[in-house]
């Protein structure tokens, strides 16, 4: 099972995104952005799904 928080971090990049335009974009701060990516900090439910939605992150896949 791969680590969230690394996806996260990933597809972030991978959008060219700062941790403090996305964060903006969340409505959170950039320092609790990052303490989620570093593991610091868990995100709320709603704040994990509104990641996964910001970052395009599918919660189940469709299986192949």
Not at 25 to 53: A, D, Y
Request: positive net charge; contains cysteine; aromatic residues 8%.
């Amino acid at each position: 099972m791969k680590d969230y928080r690394k996806i996260m971090r990933a597809k972030r990049e991978a959008k060219g995104l700062s941790q403090h335009k996305l964060a903006q974009q969340l409505g959170i701060t950039q320092t609790f952005l990052s303490e989620i990516e570093r593991g610091r900090k868990n995100p709320s439910l709603e704040q994990f799904f509104r990641i996964c939605e910001a970052l395009d992150i599918q919660m189940f896949p469709e299986e192949e």
